[in-house]
């Protein structure tokens, strides 16, 4: 085959990488079957687990595979210590006037708002070849619904008026500001301009072909990055924040070479760790901010330019800047670490429940997590993790690890998903079994579908894998009800895990818990949504409340030390939460407590966001067990997947209630 007009990403032209390793490959048998004897194949624990808005992976004409891995043979590489770059060395903050995001979905949208919302001198361009997408990103209903996200993005894409503060004997100007956050369809037109272009597509696991179900699929940032190496101007900075394997970078470097031979591009890694559910929170008060560069004198630089851009808002000693390859590997690692913890409660979880005698998970994971060394976070015993990216990163790192022929540590890591998916087969399994081992002739509610609260995400969600063993029953019903989650993303999800027409015809959306529990023998608590604790439970919220009030006074007195004028960000939320405390608690005012915020733009007539009335109040509602009590048929079974109700006041309303690794 005449490969000499391909681009060199295609696995063609890549010079084998595999002469380099120091022994010989597996074949390719075994890198399609990547999971251990005893496990079932990923096909079986997700089945595209891709948000329909993606495009599809895997298309038939592809040749995307994971990069392949090969020594360093760069010739122009003049290595540099990172200390020799300091903040000096950037190109300094004004160089960039242009931003470009490719990917506007959980990633890109939310990042590329943050870090225009923070830059105001910086034009940040979104950019997606899903239309639907890009329009849900200009209307008042963003296709993301995560926490003060809207805030951000109107602030940033809409621009503010100017206004002033009236503070108890003195006033803060707040100037107008100008809309510097653009999102768009036009790919070219903004990547021509963009002095840094983030990479942000989507990665997920192959479907087909070799290493299909465990390799990384990098189809989608081959193709963004030959569009970036054909439009993006000369010196511009290329980005890789996707998920990507180890190797990546080098595969961007490749095609930008062999599009622009005579261009010198840097192409950063910077991973994002931003979790679904408090992205928002997460970007704004980042653990760390990773940047992996070439360790040369311009991949420093070009390092220093980005830490530029996030030194608007990130203290600088928050930003680490390793080398590509450490970078790309770090993401890989931090979801897979994080989701070992998962996976390690889960299986004390397993074993409390088979002790009896009263073990209980929560007092373990109490216990331990106050050792320093462990900590008490992501000790939560619950189902399992689902989601687009813990299964797809262990995945890619084990493929990884039986590409370089460590198999017992690719085993190692496969285990974690093994745990996972006990969990969830376990938690079906005693559903079925307390119902007498049979769900025929019953109702059956599951309350979230969303892999974890605070998210609208419904890909690779566990939930739907436990429908799927529940449908298997051939129960009555199963009727589902999530607070986040939009109905036909919730079907659609459904639809792909394989189930026969006549059991899809059991399954039912609902629009409120109590359309949800009516007359179900039981109720699953899948994800952890706050309403499902229910309403005469705790009243942590009025607390943190009172407790933040206290604080009130002394942060009237720092930010009245502060000048007259606020251009900061951070100092209006501030200030926008101190004035929240202090007015009447009407919702316009409690959203926009500043008076700070334009009008949204009316939706068209007939928008289906608004006929559905996403976001309403009734959502919001909280379910009221003694309701559900008396809505419900015998034996009135509650199976709480996340272990967030009160036990023994459901069970003394009348309710069984099994949680996960409650040995009683
Ligand atoms: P996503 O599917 O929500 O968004 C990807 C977007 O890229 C889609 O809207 C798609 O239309 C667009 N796209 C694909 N090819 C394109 C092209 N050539 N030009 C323009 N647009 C294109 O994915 P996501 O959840 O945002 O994840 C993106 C990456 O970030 C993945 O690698 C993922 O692993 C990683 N990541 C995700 C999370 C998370 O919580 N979702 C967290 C950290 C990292």
Not at 71 to 78: C, L, N
Request: with cysteine; hydrophobic share 40%.
């Amino acid at each position: 085959m005449d490969t000499s007009n391909s681009c060199p990403g295609a696995q063609a032209d890549l010079p084998s990488l595999r002469s380099h390793l120091p022994r010989s490959l597996p074949s390719s048998q075994s890198l399609n079957s990547i999971t251990s004897p005893g496990v079932s194949t990923p096909g079986s624990w997700t089945v595209n687990p891709w948000h329909r808005d993606t495009p599809d992976t895997s298309p038939p004409t592809s040749g995307a595979a994971s990069p392949q891995l090969k020594p360093d043979t760069s010739s122009d590489v003049h290595c540099v210590s990172p200390a020799e770059v300091s903040l000096e060395h950037s190109r300094g903050l004004g160089a960039v006037k242009s931003i470009c995001f490719v990917g506007a979905g959980f990633v890109g949208g939310p990042t590329a708002a943050v870090i225009a919302y923070h830059n105001p001198n910086i034009s940040v361009n979104v950019v997606d070849l899903n239309e639907q997408r890009i329009a849900c990103w200009n209307s008042a209903h963003l296709p993301i619904h995560e926490d003060g996200l809207l805030r951000v993005v109107r602030v940033a894409r809409d621009g503010t008026l100017g206004t002033t503060v009236a503070l108890p004997g003195s006033s803060i100007d707040l100037q107008a500001r100008q809309p510097n956050l653009i999102f768009s369809t036009n790919v070219i037109g903004t990547i021509e301009e963009a002095d840094i272009v983030f990479i942000c597509v989507n990665t997920p696991t192959k479907t087909q072909g070799l290493g299909a179900g465990s390799m990384a699929d990098v189809s989608a940032v081959e193709s963004a990055t030959r569009t970036v190496a054909k439009h993006a101007k000369e010196g511009a900075i290329i980005v890789e924040k996707s998920t990507v394997p180890c190797g990546t970078a080098r595969m961007i470097q490749d095609i930008l070479r062999y599009y622009r031979p005579d261009t010198e591009f840097q192409v950063l890694s910077n991973p994002e760790f931003l979790a679904e559910g408090t992205a928002v929170e997460n970007l704004m008060r980042p653990d760390r901010i990773l940047i992996g560069s070439a360790q040369t004198l311009a991949g420093l630089q070009a390092a220093a330019t980005l830490r530029d851009v996030y030194a608007a808002w990130v203290s600088t000693e928050r930003i680490i800047t390793v080398n590509t390859f450490s970078s790309e590997l770090a993401k890989l690692i931090a979801n897979t670490m994080l989701a070992q913890r998962i996976s390690s409660i889960n299986a004390v979880s397993a074993m409390c429940e088979e002790i009896g005698l009263g073990a209980d998970v929560d007092d373990v994971s109490l216990a331990i997590g106050k050792d320093v060394r462990l900590g008490p976070k992501f000790l939560q015993a619950g189902v399992g993790f689902g989601g687009s990216c813990f299964e797809k990163d262990i995945l890619n790192l084990a493929y990884l690890a039986r590409e370089l022929h460590l198999d017992v540590v690719a085993d190692y890591w496969l285990a974690i998903l093994r745990i996972n998916e006990h969990q969830r087969q376990r938690f079906a399994r005693n559903i079925v079994r307390e119902l007498n081992g049979s769900l025929r002739g019953k109702k059956i509610a599951v309350l979230g579908f969303a892999f974890k609260d605070g998210t609208n995400d419904t890909r690779n969600s566990i939930a739907v894998h436990i429908i799927k063993s529940l449908a298997a029953e051939m129960p009555r019903e199963i009727a589902i009800f999530d607070p986040g989650c939009a109905s036909d993303e919730i079907i659609e999800e459904v639809e792909k895990v394989g189930l026969s027409s006549a059991q899809l015809e059991k399954i039912r959306i609902c629009c409120s818990w109590r359309e949800c529990v009516q007359e179900a023998s039981a109720t699953c608590i899948l994800t952890q949504w706050k309403q499902f604790r229910g309403r005469q439970l705790g009243n942590s919220a009025a607390g943190a409340e009172k407790a933040a009030a206290g604080t009130t006074d002394n942060r009237f007195v720092n930010l009245k030390r502060g000048k007259g004028q606020i251009v900061d960000e951070m100092r209006i939320l501030e200030l926008e939460e101190i004035a929240r405390q202090h007015q009447a608690s009407e919702s316009s005012s409690k959203e926009d407590p500043l008076g700070r915020l334009r009008p949204l733009k009316e939706c068209p007539e007939g928008c289906g966001h608004c006929a559905v009335g996403l976001g309403g109040a009734h959502l919001e509602e909280a379910v009221d067990w003694v309701e559900v009590a008396a809505m419900m048929q015998e034996p009135r079974w509650v199976f709480d997947g996340r272990n967030v109700v009160n036990r023994l006041e459901l069970e003394g309303l009348g309710f069984k209630v099994r949680g996960i690794g409650k040995g009683v």
